[in-house]
């Protein structure tokens, strides 16, 4: 069929300004030779889209249009589980996930999650940039995935419909979420509370229906998913440091060319930096917020109570792990 010549100018400039829309001509009019599709859970505001937003452009401009990356937030391909078998078939090609799921892929990964394993942020950066890290993310390799950086969840902290919690005995008794992980069980049994390991999806719904007492996690996920609307009180144990590896399909790794793998890695490491500037930074601004919007905040638990709680938790694993793991960690300055 022959259109007639108005309609098929019409027709050629929507084309066109639907290209330029995506970004600048000429390489924005032609479809990118590797087209990866990215999946994370946490909402469009979260450090982890941030980050992934910023490594998408940059990814974009050293490839010169040749990687282009998809990417969908609060849980649009499913739950964090979910999204790491993705990672393994195929179907998702990048990650960003806490560890929670992780221990079951790469046991050794389990070894983060230790109760104050970490002294402070500098030593996690410290151990999870050098050769530790590197170990641990190349462990991925052998289950399907390949490892290209640690980002950052932050530094976990108790939220409780009701009451403060101040020390270990505040959590006796009380029923609190915790990520699909031995490790963060067992921790929690040890204080005495019901350790409920629960998909991130149902938690907001149990807390509000009272299924739950409490959960932990990093205050961007406390700010983010508005768990100020069901729980009145935070307490800032910071009782693990939890980092968020980015994860590739091993399967659409080995498909690229050397010199366009070289920028995904690099640039997965330098985002690392600027993505845990962006979760600091959210962190101080969302506190006053969280203040604001009526939690109360336990700003000065009683965190020497809590270690020498969480000690045995600490002792009966750390030699589960190979290669004298907690104790490289421990050494790391």
Do not use: C
Request: aromatic share 8%; hydrophobic share 45%; no cysteine.
């Amino acid at each position: 069929m022959t259109y007639p010549r108005r309609v098929r100018r019409i027709a050629g400039l929507a084309i066109l300004g639907a290209a330029l829309a995506v970004g600048p001509f000429p390489a924005s009019i032609r479809a990118a030779e590797f087209d990866l599709v990215e999946a994370h859970t946490t909402t469009e505001d979260h450090p982890y889209t941030l980050g992934m937003v910023r490594y998408a452009e940059l990814v974009r401009e050293r490839t010169k249009g040749r990687v282009a990356i998809r990417i969908h937030h609060s849980r649009q391909l499913g739950d964090e589980r979910q999204v790491v078998e993705g990672l393994q078939l195929g179907t998702v090609q990048l990650a960003v996930s806490s560890t929670g799921p992780l221990g079951g892929f790469v046991p050794d990964m389990n070894a983060l999650d230790l109760p104050f394993l970490f002294r402070d942020a500098a030593h996690a950066y410290a151990v999870l940039d050098g050769e530790i890290g590197r170990g641990l993310l190349a462990q991925f390799e052998a289950v399907g995935i390949k490892g290209l950086a640690f980002w950052e969840n932050g530094f976990r902290h108790v939220t409780t419909g009701k009451r403060p919690i101040r020390g270990p005995a505040d959590l006796k008794g009380l029923k609190i979420r915790v990520m699909e992980n031995r490790v963060h069980q067992a921790a929690f049994r040890q204080l005495g509370a019901d350790a409920t390991p629960m998909a991130w999806g149902e938690v907001f719904t149990s807390l509000q229906q009272g299924l739950l007492d409490a959960q932990e996690n990093p205050i961007p996920i406390v700010s983010t998913f508005k768990l100020y609307e069901v729980q009145k009180h935070l307490s800032l144990t910071g009782h693990v440091y939890s980092p968020a590896p980015l994860l590739m399909s091993k399967k659409s790794w080995d498909r690229m060319p050397a010199e366009l793998r070289t920028i995904l890695a690099d640039t997965a490491l330098e985002v690392a930096r600027v993505q845990r500037q962006l979760n600091r930074a959210q962190e101080q601004k969302q506190l006053g917020e969280l203040k604001a919007k009526g939690m109360a905040v336990v700003e000065a638990p009683d965190r020497a109570a809590f270690r020498a709680a969480m000690a045995p938790v600490f002792e009966r694993f750390q030699g589960q792990f190979g290669g004298g793991l907690v104790r490289r960690i421990a050494e790391t300055k």
